[in-house]
């Protein structure tokens, strides 16, 4: 399964940008798929979860300004991002995991597919 990241960008602090995961085997609600992003010289961190269910979860630091979805005639995953902030900046990933639906205690460590990264920078 190899997934691609695009949409990043350089944004103001305020803006929004739309990330997009492209899934090139398998359907994208047969995963549970998820946004990290890595700041410079911290650890990669969850974001938000779309689980195989229909599920989403964000973490506290991003509820209400980001929106997870998924579409399935596209086949991606997104990421809309709003009310952007300097500390929202860093490389995301979008992940995968087939199998069993993720709920609340997903880690990086759950998932066995991942992509380059697409760098978001708020400045």
């Known amino acids: 399964v190899q997934l691609v990241e695009s949409g990043g960008g350089l944004v103001q602090p305020g803006g929004s940008l739309r990330l997009s995961c492209s899934v090139s085997?398998?359907?994208?609600?047969?995963?549970?798929m998820s946004w990290f992003r890595q700041a410079p010289g911290q650890e990669r961190e969850r974001i938000a979860l779309?689980?195989?269910?229909?599920?989403?979860i964000y973490v506290d630091s991003v509820k209400g300004r980001f929106t997870i979805s998924r579409d399935t005639t596209k086949n991606t995953l997104n990421l809309l991002m709003g009310n952007l902030k300097p500390e929202d900046t860093g490389m995301y990933y979008c992940?995968?995991?087939?199998?069993?639906?993720?709920?609340?205690?997903?880690?990086?460590?759950?998932?066995?597919?991942w992509g380059q990264g697409t760098q978001v920078t708020v400045s």
């Open positions: 085997a398998g359907d994208v609600s047969s995963y549970s």
């Open positions: 992940a995968a995991s087939p199998g069993r639906a993720l709920w609340g205690g997903w880690s990086a460590a759950d998932f066995p597919y």
């Open positions: 779309y689980n195989s269910a229909g599920a989403t």
